[in-house]
């Protein structure tokens, strides 16, 4: 099943949480409260969980293989710095606006 569509829901800049994430497969199943969290070394992406009644969390939905863990993250992540790099091109022309002559 492929991603046909991840949308950022929320960035963050406090934290080692990013963003949080909703992604669509196959124009079909929406899978929401993805979370993209910083790690020691890089970035990771974190499905969505629940807290257990003995404090585990978890996963309500996840990938099953390692190449659909990679294509889940790769994409996610691949979207989220798409996302940074817009809205720093959008802050620029903000900014920069009236100050030509």
Do not use: C, W
Request: aromatic share 2%; no cysteine; charged share 35%.
């Amino acid at each position: 099943m492929e991603i046909t569509d991840v949308k950022i829901r929320k960035i963050l800049s406090d934290g080692r949480l990013r963003a949080v994430v909703s992604i669509t497969l196959g124009d079909m199943i929406a899978v929401h409260d993805i979370k993209i969290v910083q790690g020691d070394e890089r970035l990771f992406v974190a499905m969505p969980s629940r807290k257990e009644e003995n404090g585990i969390f978890r996963d309500i939905v996840h990938p099953i293989s390692s190449s659909a863990r990679r294509l889940l993250e790769e994409s996610i992540i691949e979207s989220y710095e798409k996302q940074l790099v817009e809205m720093k091109e959008e802050e620029e022309s903000v900014s920069g606006e009236g100050t030509e002559i």
